[in-house]
Nanobody, 119 residues
Framework: QAHLAESGGGLAQPGGSLRLSCQASGNIFGIGLMAWYRQAPGKGREFVANIKSGNIVNYTDSVKGRFIISIEYDKHAVNLQMNSLKPEDTAVYYC?????????????WGQGTQVTVAS
């Protein structure tokens, strides 16, 4: 069974920056896609950004130009650099990954890390 562990959440002021990291572990043979989602209080989980083979990236419109997703294949890790943070970025951020274990692909979620943007 694979495991995703997020780190790097916390409190930031509007206009500030935070960097989230997600480390996958557990006999991983390949990575198909890694992504970040978020869930604000009282709202559903929404897509933030993803990255896949060939460093192809996608972002939701509200974070384009502010957030940067990157992947470290050798470490089975994905990062999310969040700049110019806004109060509306406040949410629990979840890591997601499609991972190859032995001879099958499965999807995994992390436990989430809280990001709070407030002055």
């Amino acid at each position: 069974q694979a495991h995703l562990a997020e780190s790097g959440g916390g409190l930031a002021q509007p206009g500030g920056s935070l960097r989230l990291s997600c480390q996958a572990s557990g006999n991983i043979f390949g990575i198909g896609l890694m992504a970040w989602y978020r869930q604000a209080p009282g709202k559903g989980r929404e897509f933030v950004a993803n990255i896949k083979s060939g460093n192809i990236v996608n972002y939701t419109d509200s974070v384009k130009g502010r957030f940067i997703i990157s992947i470290e294949y050798d470490k089975h890790a994905v990062n999310l650099q969040m700049n110019s943070l806004k109060p509306e970025d406040t949410a629990v951020y979840y890591c997601f990954a499609d991972l190859l274990k032995e001879n099958s692909w499965s999807s995994y979620w992390g436990q989430g890390t809280q990001v709070t943007v407030a002055s």
